[in-house]
């Protein structure tokens, strides 16, 4: 059983930047591709970011690609999102997963319970 806990989330004026932490428990995390996804009220789970088990391949949505940044430790289990130039758009609940990888969500079979990031305009 894998367990994945996201921290970081908070409230943050346009422009500014977050990093999302997101701890995984278990044996299984350098070998399986991890991502970030978010979903904000009445929209469809997007996805934001993937790296793959060496940290030698990443993927981001277009939406975020040039200000997001995914980042992993295998050593301590983590995997990071740093977020800059930040948008009142990207005001979503952010949720890490562990999967196939790729940028569909029913690729990820274990998942957080999100953290919250609000961007204020």
């Known amino acids: 059983q894998v367990t994945l806990v996201e921290s970081g989330g908070g409230l943050v004026q346009a422009g500014g930047s977050l990093r999302l932490s997101c701890a995984a428990s278990?044996?299984?995390?350098?070998?399986?591709?991890m991502g970030w996804f978010r979903q904000a009220p009445g929209k469809e789970r997007e996805f934001v970011a993937a790296?793959?088990?060496?940290?030698?391949?990443?993927s981001y949505g277009d939406s975020v690609r040039g200000r997001f940044t995914i980042s992993r430790d295998n050593a301590k289990n983590t995997v990071y999102l740093q977020m800059n130039s930040l948008k009142p758009e990207d005001t979503a609940v952010y949720y890490c997963?562990?999967?196939?990888?790729?940028?569909?969500?029913?690729?990820?079979?274990?998942w957080g319970q999100g953290t919250q990031v609000t961007v204020s305009s």
């Open positions: 278990g044996r299984t995390f350098s070998s399986n591709v």
């Open positions: 790296i793959s088990r060496s940290s030698g391949s990443t």
């Open positions: 997963a562990q999967g196939l990888g790729g940028s569909y969500y029913g690729s990820y079979k274990y």
